[in-house]
């Protein structure tokens, strides 16, 4: 959403922001968009009234659809870690304003493309790393069998029944709840630490002074599986890398995090399957979401990253018998979705340690 005249909440933002320039100084007059995202959060950059000072961000947060609280909680947590989360410089959690240290506008994604990404996925991993090794129980809400359920079933209820037009019959459901089972049991039995849940390219910032990554987007931290972030960061839903690439990050993860001892298993076959196992949870969740931002939300942009997130996760699910009718219902959805294109879907095959 864009700012225009009739905009009160940016009126009401604007009016906030005057109350606490002595504090912070601000040019007002500067305010602009600097990014949206997937909620009904908003992001405006101001600059400094002075020559080379920082600008700021302001976040607005519309109550009641968004919390601050949860932002600011998280964002203690997080730099008590070590890793790197915009300092709040000032807050308003009843009207839904935060005044934020400004990490700029290079994502990891738009580095990626001319970058070095084996230098960025090491900071990454290495930041991933050093939260986990802080987690601690009762910090953050548990990722729990009710919370990893309600996101699996994102993928009937709005990407079968509204994306491709299908209404899941008997079979089709029996088939679903006994891959979730499956998913689920796999899920809840890994080691459990901090899980940022969105720990991917357009959330992680390039920053200068060995700062790497500045950490966004962390408000709906839980406690869950060891896999989440890992998997988020490397089967990205906005870019993707060969798997002999994810295989050797995933290595090098598994190893540092074995000298940390944390809960990860000892066989680095086991914590793949993992992996994979908590990818595909990921990735049937987010092809729900991505159709439910299309239709419910008007952000039709996310459907351009669908193929990919599919990818992922038929890869996974034709690799593991445990799967079998799971590939073979996705395949069947997505053969009556490109029939009259005349499209269809290849066997892959994989790495088995």
């Given amino acids: 959403m864009k700012p225009n005249a009739e905009d009160t909440r940016l009126a009401e933002l604007r009016a906030w922001l005057a109350c606490v320039a002595d504090a912070h100084p601000l040019a007002l007059d500067t305010i602009r968009p600097a990014s949206d995202d997937a909620s009904f959060r908003r992001y405006f950059r101001i600059d400094a009234p002075g020559a080379g000072a920082p600008s700021l961000v302001a976040m607005d947060a519309p109550p009641p659809m968004e919390d601050c609280g949860p932002f600011v909680h998280a964002a203690r947590v997080f730099a008590e870690a070590g890793v790197s989360v915009p300092a709040v410089r000032a807050a308003d959690l009843a009207r839904g304003f935060l005044l934020l240290e400004d990490f700029g506008s290079t994502t990891y994604l738009s580095q990626l493309a001319g970058g070095d990404a084996d230098t960025l996925y090491r900071d990454a991993i290495t930041a ?35 994306h491709r037009g299908i209404e899941p019959d008997e079979g089709m459901r029996a088939t ?38 500045g950490i966004l987007d962390f408000q709906d931290a839980v406690y869950g599986p060891v896999t989440y972030d890992l998997v988020s960061l490397l089967r990205d839903a906005y870019v993707d890398w060969p798997e002999a690439r994810q295989i050797d990050w995933a290595a090098r993860y598994w190893d540092d995090a074995r000298r940390r001892r944390l809960p990860v298993p000892a066989d680095f076959g086991e914590f793949y399957r993992d992996f994979e196992w908590m990818g595909l949870q990921r990735q049937l969740k987010v092809l729900g979401i991505f159709a439910r931002l299309c239709y419910r939300d008007g952000k039709d942009r996310y459907l351009a990253d669908m193929p990919r997130v599919l990818d992922y996760a038929l890869r996974t699910a034709r690799r593991y018998r445990e799967f079998d009718e799971l590939a073979r219902l996705m395949e069947e959805v997505e053969r009556r979705a490109g029939s009259a294109a005349g499209g269809g879907t290849a066997r892959t095959t994989g790495y088995t340690f």
């Fill in 128 to 162: 991933l790393l050093a939260l986990q090794s802080a987690s601690r129980p009762g910090v953050f809400p548990d990722y729990d069998r009710a919370l990893l359920e309600r996101e699996l079933r994102l993928y009937p209820d709005w990407y079968l029944a509204r």
């Fill in 176 to 213: 679903l709840a006994a891959a979730f089972e499956r998913l689920l049991a796999n899920n809840l039995a890994q080691g459990r630490v901090y899980v940022h849940r969105d720990y991917h390219s357009r959330n992680l910032m390039v920053l200068a002074g060995g700062r790497n990554p």
